[in-house]
């Protein structure tokens, strides 16, 4: 079963509106998540490392202020996609793993958020 | 700096025939861990295989293999008997280190179409 959990799975909103989207680890407790935008027929992007109980660590080119991750407990991380715009449209995933070695990153379902 | 290149945009294989998706990588880690996801077109990122950098022996799960090369710096993943459902973008990825909060570099993906 899923060992990682994403919600929503789709928003469609206004634009303007602000959207959270959470990521919680059913099976282990992740002090480390990654977030990630993909467009469509492209890879991955990450967008951000998420700290449980410090502040995430972006990317270049990734607005700090647009883009707001909290990761307050070792089984939950959000992103809060702030003041949306058609451009923030996209594919979110997230993910995470056990600090194992050679454990895998399991990701969540993704969001797919529309801005209208 | 890590690098993953997949030189196969798009790939078509008979369905019950063998197909070999390519992957390099560069790195300048001396431990560092290779993966391969399958992603269909629900979005969600499945994980298929593991290869450690020191492992002696090849990485197979079921019907995936991954045949490493560490001195050409290859990570191929070979499906037997493919199916229907293995219609689906694939993803290279690399990690270095040994640790599940290190990030992981993917490739641009392989889109492989299984014909019936």
């Known amino acids: 079963g899923a060992v990682v959990s994403q919600h929503p799975s789709w928003v469609i909103c206004k634009s303007g509106t602000s959207v959270k989207i959470e990521c919680r680890s059913l099976?282990?407790?992740?002090?480390?998540m990654f977030w990630y935008r993909q467009f469509p027929k492209q890879s991955l992007m990450l967008m951000a490392t998420?700290?449980?109980?410090?502040?995430?660590?972006?990317e270049q080119g990734v607005e700090k202020d647009k883009f707001l991750i909290n990761h307050a407990s070792l089984t939950l991380s959000t992103l809060t996609v702030t003041s949306a715009h058609p451009e923030d449209s996209s594919f979110y995933i997230c993910?995470?793993?056990?600090?194992?070695?050679?454990?895998?990153?399991?990701f969540g379902d993704g969001t797919r958020l529309s801005i209208l | 700096a890590q690098k993953i290149t997949q030189t196969q945009p798009g790939m078509f294989v008979q369905e019950k025939e063998a197909v070999t998706l390519d992957c390099t990588y560069d790195?300048?880690?001396?431990?560092?861990?290779l993966f391969w996801y399958k992603q269909p077109s629900s979005g969600e990122m499945i994980f298929l295989i593991y290869?450690?950098?020191?492992?002696?022996q090849n990485a197979t799960e079921g019907r995936y293999s991954l045949n490493f090369q560490k001195a050409r710096k290859s990570a191929n993943l070979v499906i037997s008997a493919s199916q229907l459902g293995d219609s689906a973008m694939y993803f290279c990825?690399?990690?270095?280190?040994?640790?599940?909060?290190?990030?992981?570099?993917f490739g641009t993906g392989t889109k492989l179409q299984v014909i019936p």
């Open positions: 993910s995470a793993s056990d600090r194992g070695g050679n454990q895998p990153q399991h």
């Open positions: 099976d282990f407790q992740a002090t480390t």
């Open positions: 998420s700290n449980e109980g410090s502040k995430a660590t972006y």
């Open positions: 790195t300048s880690d001396p431990s560092y861990g």
């Open positions: 290869q450690g950098s020191y492992d002696q």
């Open positions: 990825a690399m990690r270095p280190g040994s640790g599940g909060y290190q990030k992981v570099t």
